[in-house]
Structure formats: C-alpha cells, structure tokens
C-alpha cells in the first residue's frame, strides 16, 4: 500500500480534513482534502466501521479516476467518539489479506492513542502558557505596587518635612511675635485676677512651643484633661486646680484618674506631676 493519509473530524463542519499523506498527487490530494458530512464515506465511518473496497466509478469515482485498485479506510477512534480516518491506497495491488485488515485497524487504534498525548501534551502547554502569562501580570502588578508603595513612602515623608516645618514656623512665631509682649504684660501693675489669668496664657504658650505637646498627642487627652495636666505640671494641687476651674474637687480627682489610666500608669503609686515632667 504506497499511499496513504490521515484525515481529523473539522467540530465547526462535522467532516473530515485531510491532515497530512504520502504518496498522492497534489491533485487528488485537492480532490479529497474535505470529506463532507453526509457523504458515503462520512456516513460509514461515523458507524465506527472500517472498509476495504475496490474502487468503482459508481462507489468511489474520485479514487476510481486517480486510479486506485484498492483503498481501506479505518476510522480513529479517542474516547467512543471518531475523530479522524486513515486511509491507505495502491494503484498496485487489488486486495490485501484479512491479516493485514486486522493490522491497519490496530494501526488507527494506536493513531487514536497518540493523538490523545498529543492533545494532553498541548493542554498541559497551553495551560503552561498562561500559566507564565498569569505569573508574568502578577511581577507586573507587584512592581506597580512597590513602585506605588515606593512613591507613597515619599509623599509621606514630604508630608512629615511639611509638618515638621510649619510647627517650627509655627514655634518660632510664637516666640519672637507672641511671648515677649506676654511677658511685657506681667511685669506690669496687674490684679491678681489679672496676673492668674496672663500667667496661664504664658504656661499655655510654654507648652505649645516645647515637645512635651507633641508626646501628649498620642493619648488622645481631651482639652479639659490637658489643662489639667499643664496645672499639675506645674504645682498645682487639686483644690487649686478646682478653684481655678471653678469645678468639684471629685471632678478634678476623675480627670486625674483617667489621664493617669490613658498613660498606663493608673495600677502603680507613680507620681502624676513627677511622671508628666518625665516626659518632657
């Protein structure tokens, strides 16, 4: 048999296509390259059945023609479904023994075989394929994301310079503008109304221009505890604190409470004042 070719089931037309062949004309390799669905040749090997004919211009015209004496035509069989055919040929020889029917049917069997690697072969590619597409996106979006962190980390710390130089500026205002004229004012003739009130002012602006506010942010003290706590830090007792507040003298020993708990302090006998200056 000295021709020979392979054909594979088309799932958009339902026919065959010719794959590939040896031994045939370009010609007849034209003639036979689509086997069309419904045709006698489809029809048969759709009954997962092999034939081994003599071709006759009534049958088979086209083989008959080319002048063929004898084609065999096995169908492929993968998974209970026929996917493709093998076809072999010769202007030769009239018949082939049974022997060698058996054996061409074998021969498509293993074809049927090799193509289920093969497609196996080309899934696990593929899937290979994206796989590496997958992990390529994913350094993609990894060095978006450093580059990203990258320029946050920078906005940031710009941030931060900008805070820190208006407090500085902010700092350096109240010194020079602000706190000379304060203490102009307390040297002067005052009332004692006059000089707790302007002496408050001074502690006030004391504490604004000195770190030791920028330690307390992180308490998250209300105004009237950090009023307090610029009280005990200076000296204040709690009935002075409370006079000069005009409150109870509970009031003021609940704030102490609270803030000696939001410093963590509030389960030992730490001294409030001498932990405040501390921390300075």
Not at 179 to 197: E, F, H, I, S
Not at 207 to 215: C, D, G, H, K, R
Request: aromatic share 6%; with cysteine; glycine share 6%.
């Amino acid at each position: 048999l000295e021709c020979a070719g392979i054909s594979m089931k088309n799932d958009k037309t339902g026919g065959f296509d010719l794959l590939c062949s040896t031994g045939l004309t370009r010609e007849f390799q034209e003639k036979v390259r689509h086997v069309s669905a419904g045709t006698f040749t489809w029809a048969r090997l759709m009954e997962k059945k092999s034939f081994h004919i003599q071709p006759t211009i009534g049958s088979t015209p086209i083989a008959f023609e080319e002048g063929f004496r004898f084609v065999s035509v096995t169908p492929i069989v993968q998974r209970d479904e026929v996917v493709g055919c093998l076809v072999t040929a010769s202007k030769v020889i009239a018949q082939i023994p049974q022997q060698v029917c058996i054996g061409l049917e074998l021969l498509a069997a293993g074809l049927g075989n090799i193509i289920v690697r093969m497609q196996a072969k080309q899934q696990l590619r593929e899937e290979i394929e994206v796989r590496i597409r997958a992990e390529k996106a994913l350094r993609a979006e990894q060095r978006n994301l450093e580059e990203a962190n990258t320029a946050l980390k920078v906005l940031l710390k710009h941030r931060e310079d900008d805070k820190k130089e208006l407090e500085e500026k902010l700092v350096s205002n109240v010194k020079q503008l602000v706190q000379p004229y304060v203490k102009k004012l307390k040297a002067g003739n005052l009332d004692p109304l006059q000089r707790m009130t302007i002496n408050l002012i001074d502690m006030n602006l004391d504490e604004i221009v000195s770190p030791f506010l920028n330690n307390m942010r992180s308490f998250h003290f209300t105004p009237r505890q950090l009023e307090i706590i610029g009280f005990i830090r200076e000296g204040r007792t709690t009935k002075e604190i409370a006079q000069l507040l005009s409150v109870g003298k509970d009031a003021v020993d609940l704030q102490r409470f609270l803030i000696r708990k939001k410093l963590g302090i509030n389960k030992n006998k730490a001294n409030l004042r001498s932990y405040l200056l501390s921390m300075s």
